[in-house]
């Protein structure tokens, strides 16, 4: 049984997002995500307010990772799950990514709505769903992989403790921006911060995860 009061520091307001991965991503996966959302969520796609669509243009986002000119339009996606705003820029061909203010999510129902979420697109895909601190794919904070019959999530203690033992690898660590580096290793984080803060934005594959 999952218990809110081991949950919620995940969702503690601190001036960062929450994102959702999907590593290790095909075209293929792309395809099965973008006919999900647009047959099961309220969205709404597009580069401004006044060319929204209700439904994601697959064609279009295939353009939009075949482009190299960076002259393209870049189109985005806000899913509304009952009130909780998640969005999806469609970065990377091969790493799939939303992201939510942890603020929003202020109760388990509110929390049930996020795991669903993370679920639906597990059973979809046949594959592995994290959430994580932003920018930090390699330290999951949820897991889930309905494939495999598996719903972790991390208490406090958990993650510190995680985070204690790859400290060992910590140069494996690229983009480290979440709460719980702040916290346990505010030093580490603001060095971390200064090096990586002009590389290129590149995915992370799956094995690189701590756990």
Known sequence: MRNWKDIEWIFEKDGVL???????????????VVNLLNSDYKLTFGYCEDN???KID??????????ETGELERKSATIDLNGIIVKCYFFLED??????????????????????????LSSKLKKEVTLCGENQPEFPLIK????????????????????????????????LKSKIIMKFFPKLFEKK?????NREYKSTPKEKNVW
């Open 52 to 54: 929204l669509t209700n």
């Open 95 to 120: 790493q799939i990514e939303f992201d939510l203010w942890p603020e929003d999510i202020k109760t388990e129902n509110e929390l049930n709505f996020v795991l669903n979420f993370l679920s639906s």
């Open 193 to 197: 911060v200064l090096e990586s803060a």
């Open 144 to 175: 889930i992989d309905s494939k495999n019959g598996i719903e972790k999530i991390l208490t406090e203690k958990d993650a510190e403790n995680l985070w204690k033992k790859s400290n060992q690898n910590v140069n494996r660590f690229k983009k």
């Open 58 to 67: 697959f064609e279009y986002l295939k353009t939009m990772f075949a482009d």
């Open 18 to 32: 929450r994102d959702i991965y999907v590593q290790n991503a095909t075209i293929s996966d792309w395809k099965k």
